[in-house]
């Protein structure tokens, strides 16, 4: 996994080099236990800047793993992942 991106507050952040089940892991124990935490993240593009998210109970985010690999688009429109197979 090269990153995961997040929404939070409808923005775009992300974070490189993480774990994405550990990460999810991580605010989930968060809401179990009623408290909230801090995540440092990155925000922008070209040259992201760092900040600072609340992660807790009652608060709305959502978490997407971006892949390490990107699609390749192929000559019928569909796309497929470099180095993958259709079966079809």
């Given at each position: ?6 929404i939070y507050a ?53 978490l997407m793993p ?23």
């Amino acid at each position: 996994m090269k990153r995961i991106q997040i929404i939070y507050a409808g923005r775009d952040f992300s974070i490189g080099e993480e774990d994405f089940e550990g990460m999810k892991a991580a605010i989930e124990q968060a809401n179990r236990d009623g408290r909230a935490v801090w995540i440092t993240v990155n925000h922008g593009e070209g040259r992201p800047q760092p900040a600072e998210l609340l992660f807790g109970p009652g608060i709305p985010v959502a978490l997407m793993p971006v892949p390490d690999e990107t699609p390749v688009p192929q000559p019928d429109g569909e796309g497929t992942i470099e180095g993958t197979t259709s079966t079809s």
